[in-house]
């Protein structure tokens, strides 16, 4: 039986048909909460008590954004793009955040909603996410798919 760990995460910029299809690939595993508002300032008071953060390509990650959702809990950010430009990777990697995105060739709606959750799925597992991993840091999980 494949039971997975259940993660308190928030959503940023979700758009109105993004929401049945990640509802649909969470399965009501995670407590997952959808704002279709962006990341900034303003909003970062909904990823409080998060362990994760989902966000899009429009939301820039600086610096003092990053060291804001760190002091306040969320240790994990996945983006659904398969870019990274919008993270300050380096400093994320600092911060020991683990960063996540969405590297299918396939980038229709289904399946970022599908590789979003799998993200989750496999952090919650404590298993590696593989191509979709831009953690800067050896960890345990890492460690072992490489002597696999």
């Known amino acids: 039986m494949y039971i997975v760990t259940s993660m308190r995460v928030v959503a940023y910029n979700i758009k109105e048909f993004e929401k049945e299809l990640l509802a649909k690939a969470n399965a009501k595993v995670h407590d997952l909460t959808l704002i279709s508002n962006g990341l900034n300032f303003s909003t970062i008071h909904y990823a409080k008590g998060k362990e994760v953060i989902i966000i ?3 939301d820039q990650l600086d610096r003092e954004l990053l060291d804001a959702l760190w002091q306040i809990g969320v240790k994990k950010i996945i983006t659904r793009s398969t870019t990274l430009n919008h993270i300050d990777i380096h400093y994320a990697s600092t911060l020991k955040m683990h960063i996540a995105n969405t590297p299918s060739k396939d980038q229709s709606a289904e399946s970022i909603a599908f590789q979003t959750i799998l993200n989750l799925n496999n952090w919650g597992n404590n298993q590696c996410l593989g ?7 050896d960890c345990e ?3 072992h798919l490489l002597n696999t």
């Open 56 to 58: 899009s390509d429009d």
């Open 131 to 137: 191509n979709a991993c831009h953690c800067s840091f």
């Open 141 to 143: 999980n890492k460690k």
